[in-house]
């Protein structure tokens, strides 16, 4: 088993360092991640300048690559053939923060393993709802742990081709954690804030900021397991196809008021064939 284990933090977060030693269990291990911090940079595919690798030591002096591209970019990187070895799973993390609802879009911890399934490697997100900033206050034993068991059960079944997994853990001591729920993406709710400032010159400028975003608490979403202390493994997949609206489109005059639409709408639409995803949803 080869693991490519990779961040959105950067190379020296000891998030990731927690994440591959807890990953070398299980086989192989090889680190490629960027060489700075990528949070909310999104699924990147970096294409109008090279990309630079350099060979690094992480903090119990083990091999890693790092790059100046996104984590998107070294997961292409890793699986294009920078590593010499197939890689079997990839494995991101440990983000410094939740990734719930809709922050998979932004997520550079999430888009990594999306940047997998593209070419078809399987892969687990991990993120701890930690509250503070300041990554080397964290305490990574619950969500390391969360992470080897969510890794070992897929290791021992198989994943249905695309889908990847989204791992969020409670930031709470062991001792409270209530266990893993299976979920699906729940409501966040952004409290986000455009500040305007003038720079020295006269010039406009602008932060986006705000408050921390919250959630919904809906039961069998990933916000409300983290809620309630568990830690939500939520399956997810790239086609973004809003079947739900296509018999509604398919209503729509797409050539003009007098013509046909011409719009083949399928007869059955697709239906998730895993008893616990459909479980999870109602």
């Known amino acids: 088993m080869h693991i490519l284990v990779t961040n959105d933090d950067g190379v020296t977060a000891p998030g990731l360092l927690a994440l591959a030693q807890a990953m070398r269990q299980f086989g192989k291990v090889s680190v490629v991640a960027p ?26 002096g083990s091999d890693a690559l790092t790059s100046d591209g996104a984590p998107s970019d070294c997961v292409a990187l890793a699986l294009m053939g920078l590593l010499k070895d197939k890689v079997d799973l ?6 410094t923060a939740a990734n719930l609802g809709h922050d998979v879009t932004y997520s550079g911890t999430v888009t990594a393993v999306m ?28 969500a390391v ?29 062991i001792e409270a954690f209530k266990g893993i729920r299976l ?28 408050d921390r975003p919250t959630g919904v608490p ?8 983290i ?8 399956p997810l997949e790239l086609d973004l196809t809003a079947f739900h ?19 083949v709408v399928p007869a059955s639409l697709p239906v998730v064939e895993t008893a616990v995803a459909n479980a999870a949803i109602h």
């Not at 068991?149 to 249905?160: G, K």
């Not at 979920?183 to 705000?210: A, E, F, M, S």
């Not at 296509?246 to 008021?257: S, V």
């Open 145 to 173: 742990k969360v992470a080897a068991d969510v890794v070992r059960t897929v290791l021992q079944n198989e994943l249905p081709s695309g889908t990847f997994l989204n791992v969020n853990v409670p930031n709470v001591p």
């Open 90 to 95: 990839v494995v991101s993390g440990v983000n």
């Open 245 to 263: 609206a296509m018999p509604i489109l398919g209503e729509w005059r797409w050539n003009g008021e007098e013509k046909d639409t011409g719009l």
């Open 227 to 234: 809620f309630a202390g568990f830690a939500s493994v939520t």
């Open 183 to 210: 979920t699906r993406q729940g409501l966040r709710v952004y409290r986000d804030r455009l500040d305007k400032r003038t720079d020295p010159r006269g010039n406009d400028y602008y932060w986006i900021g705000g």
């Open 115 to 142: 940047e997998g399934i593209i070419w078809g490697v399987p892969g687990v997100a991990v993120s701890l709802d930690a509250r503070s900033s300041h990554s080397l206050e964290l305490d990574y034993t619950l």
């Open 35 to 60: 060489d700075h911090d990528w949070s909310g940079g999104g699924h990147v595919k970096t294409l109008n300048r090279p990309l630079r690798v350099r060979r690094v030591k992480l903090a119990d």
């Open 218 to 225: 809906h039961e069998g979403t990933d916000v409300g397991a």
